[in-house]
Nanobody, 123 residues
Framework: QVQLVESGGGLVQAGDSLRLSCAASGRTFSIYAIHWFRQAPGKAREFVAATSRGGSSAYYADSVKGRFTISRDNVQNTVYLQMSSLAPEDTAVYYC????????????????WGKGTQVTVSS
Protein backbone atom coordinates (compact mmCIF):
# COMPACT_ATOMS: atom_id res chain seq x y z
CA GLN A 1 0.00 0.00 0.00
CA VAL A 2 1.15 3.56 -0.64
CA GLN A 3 -0.04 6.91 0.70
CA LEU A 4 0.38 10.01 -1.43
CA VAL A 5 0.56 13.64 -0.34
CA GLU A 6 0.69 16.48 -2.83
CA SER A 7 2.18 19.91 -2.20
CA GLY A 8 3.38 22.97 -4.07
CA GLY A 9 0.14 24.36 -5.40
CA GLY A 10 -0.71 28.02 -5.24
CA LEU A 11 -1.79 31.15 -7.06
CA VAL A 12 0.40 32.26 -9.94
CA GLN A 13 0.12 34.50 -12.97
CA ALA A 14 -0.10 33.38 -16.56
CA GLY A 15 3.34 32.55 -17.90
CA ASP A 16 4.73 31.63 -14.49
CA SER A 17 6.17 28.30 -13.43
CA LEU A 18 5.31 26.07 -10.50
CA ARG A 19 6.59 22.75 -9.21
CA LEU A 20 4.29 20.25 -7.58
CA SER A 21 5.53 17.44 -5.38
CA CYS A 22 3.96 14.10 -4.54
CA ALA A 23 5.49 12.47 -1.49
CA ALA A 24 4.80 8.78 -1.01
CA SER A 25 5.03 6.57 2.02
CA GLY A 26 5.76 2.86 1.87
CA ARG A 27 8.74 0.77 0.94
CA THR A 28 7.20 -0.42 -2.34
CA PHE A 29 7.10 2.99 -4.02
CA SER A 30 9.24 1.87 -6.95
CA ILE A 31 6.74 -0.76 -8.12
CA TYR A 32 4.17 1.94 -8.94
CA ALA A 33 3.81 4.09 -11.99
CA ILE A 34 2.95 7.53 -10.65
CA HIS A 35 0.53 9.87 -12.35
CA TRP A 36 -0.74 13.41 -12.18
CA PHE A 37 -4.38 14.12 -12.92
CA ARG A 38 -6.25 17.39 -12.62
CA GLN A 39 -9.82 18.46 -12.22
CA ALA A 40 -11.08 21.92 -13.08
CA PRO A 41 -14.37 23.23 -11.68
CA GLY A 42 -17.32 21.66 -13.46
CA LYS A 43 -15.12 19.35 -15.51
CA ALA A 44 -14.15 15.70 -15.36
CA ARG A 45 -10.81 14.70 -13.94
CA GLU A 46 -8.22 14.37 -16.69
CA PHE A 47 -4.84 12.74 -17.13
CA VAL A 48 -1.88 15.12 -17.13
CA ALA A 49 1.32 13.08 -16.94
CA ALA A 50 2.81 9.82 -15.75
CA THR A 51 6.21 8.40 -14.99
CA SER A 52 7.25 4.76 -15.21
CA ARG A 53 8.41 2.84 -12.16
CA GLY A 54 12.08 3.58 -12.68
CA GLY A 55 11.51 7.06 -14.02
CA SER A 56 13.03 6.36 -17.42
CA SER A 57 9.79 6.94 -19.30
CA ALA A 58 7.33 9.81 -19.15
CA TYR A 59 3.93 10.31 -20.72
CA TYR A 60 1.98 13.52 -21.20
CA ALA A 61 -1.39 14.74 -22.24
CA ASP A 62 -1.23 16.75 -25.44
CA SER A 63 -2.45 19.83 -23.60
CA VAL A 64 0.69 19.96 -21.42
CA LYS A 65 3.31 18.44 -23.67
CA GLY A 66 6.32 20.73 -23.95
CA ARG A 67 5.27 22.77 -20.90
CA PHE A 68 5.16 20.21 -18.06
CA THR A 69 7.86 17.78 -16.99
CA ILE A 70 7.34 14.83 -14.67
CA SER A 71 10.21 13.26 -12.76
CA ARG A 72 10.67 10.96 -9.82
CA ASP A 73 13.21 10.25 -7.10
CA ASN A 74 12.86 6.68 -5.85
CA VAL A 75 15.27 7.33 -2.99
CA GLN A 76 13.21 10.24 -1.68
CA ASN A 77 9.94 8.52 -2.69
CA THR A 78 8.84 11.70 -4.43
CA VAL A 79 7.45 12.58 -7.83
CA TYR A 80 7.58 16.10 -9.21
CA LEU A 81 5.60 17.94 -11.81
CA GLN A 82 7.43 20.97 -13.13
CA MET A 83 4.93 23.24 -14.84
CA SER A 84 5.96 26.18 -16.99
CA SER A 85 4.19 28.66 -19.24
CA LEU A 86 1.11 28.25 -17.10
CA ALA A 87 -2.19 29.46 -18.50
CA PRO A 88 -5.58 30.09 -16.88
CA GLU A 89 -6.78 26.83 -18.48
CA ASP A 90 -4.33 24.98 -16.20
CA THR A 91 -6.31 26.07 -13.15
CA ALA A 92 -7.44 22.91 -11.37
CA VAL A 93 -6.94 20.68 -8.40
CA TYR A 94 -3.95 18.49 -9.18
CA TYR A 95 -3.94 14.93 -7.90
CA CYS A 96 -1.18 12.39 -7.61
CA UNK A 97 -2.16 8.78 -8.25
CA UNK A 98 -0.43 5.41 -8.26
CA UNK A 99 -0.98 2.32 -10.33
CA UNK A 100 1.06 -0.83 -9.90
CA UNK A 101 3.54 -1.68 -12.67
CA UNK A 102 2.33 0.11 -15.81
CA UNK A 103 0.92 3.55 -16.43
CA UNK A 104 -2.59 4.33 -17.59
CA UNK A 105 -4.55 7.42 -18.54
CA UNK A 106 -7.94 6.51 -17.07
CA UNK A 107 -8.57 7.58 -13.50
CA UNK A 108 -10.59 4.39 -12.95
CA UNK A 109 -7.37 2.40 -13.32
CA UNK A 110 -5.59 4.13 -10.44
CA UNK A 111 -5.22 2.28 -7.16
CA UNK A 112 -4.19 5.07 -4.78
CA TRP A 113 -4.88 8.79 -4.73
CA GLY A 114 -3.68 11.82 -2.87
CA LYS A 115 -6.05 14.52 -1.68
CA GLY A 116 -4.92 17.06 -4.25
CA THR A 117 -3.36 20.50 -4.35
CA GLN A 118 -4.98 23.60 -5.86
CA VAL A 119 -3.29 25.42 -8.71
CA THR A 120 -4.80 28.73 -9.77
CA VAL A 121 -3.45 30.67 -12.72
CA SER A 122 -4.64 34.25 -13.10
CA SER A 123 -4.64 36.04 -16.45
Amino acid sequence: QVQLVESGGGLVQAGDSLRLSCAASGRTFSIYAIHWFRQAPGKAREFVAATSRGGSSAYYADSVKGRFTISRDNVQNTVYLQMSSLAPEDTAVYYCAAKIRTYATRDDDMEYWGKGTQVTVSS
